[in-house]
């Protein structure tokens, strides 16, 4: 892990190193996600978020064919005819 020693303004503002936004992708900026765990403060990319959302969901539902919104309601449907 690397640190830097940063400032924030009173108005909220961060600025993050050039060598830790090139690290992560971001030397032209881009758009990121906020995250509080107790008092530690995360900044993941979006696209690291979405990969790791990605990951999980093929984690937990692997190559189920009916794991999909169009799987899941043709599901439903197929209950709904078998209730009474």
């Known amino acids: ?3 830097w020693k940063g400032r924030v303004t009173e108005s909220g ?3 993050l190193p050039a060598a830790m936004r090139r690290a992560v992708g ?3 900026g881009g758009d990121v996600v906020f995250e509080l765990d107790g008092r530690d403060i995360r900044i993941r ?3 690291e978020v979405v990969a790791r959302a990605q990951a999980l ?3 937990l539902l692997g ?3 009916d794991a999909d919104t169009r799987g899941f309601i043709a599901e ?3 209950e709904a005819k078998r209730e009474p």
């Open 45 to 47: 990319t979006v696209d």
């Open 26 to 28: 971001l030397d032209h």
């Open 63 to 65: 190559d189920n064919p």
């Open 76 to 78: 439903r449907r197929r």
């Open 1 to 3: 892990m690397n640190a």
């Open 13 to 15: 503002r961060v600025s």
């Open 57 to 59: 969901s093929r984690r």
